[in-house]
């Protein structure tokens, strides 16, 4: 995660199409991501499960399919 230039570890991967919601996307690359635990939070809401705006935002903007790694304009969290 970058954030005002500081760089956090990333320690966990997040699935960008939640896996329970999509299973047929559980281990595509393009729908993984990895975050740090601050990162995870943004995107997950930790007590429901449920993405947030910015987890659905993300999602939104991923197409399933597309590997958006390669895609010259990174994501940051």
Request: with cysteine; charged share 30%; net charge positive.
């Amino acid at each position: 995660m970058k954030w005002y230039g500081l760089r956090q570890e990333a320690t966990i991967v997040h699935h960008i199409y939640p896996a329970d919601e999509y299973p047929e996307y559980r281990y595509c690359d393009w729908n993984l991501i990895s975050v740090s635990a601050n990162g995870h939070n943004k995107l997950e809401n930790r007590t429901t499960g449920e993405l947030t705006d910015l987890g659905r935002r993300l999602m939104e903007r991923t197409v399933p399919g597309v590997d958006w790694r390669s895609n010259k304009k990174r994501y940051s969290i």
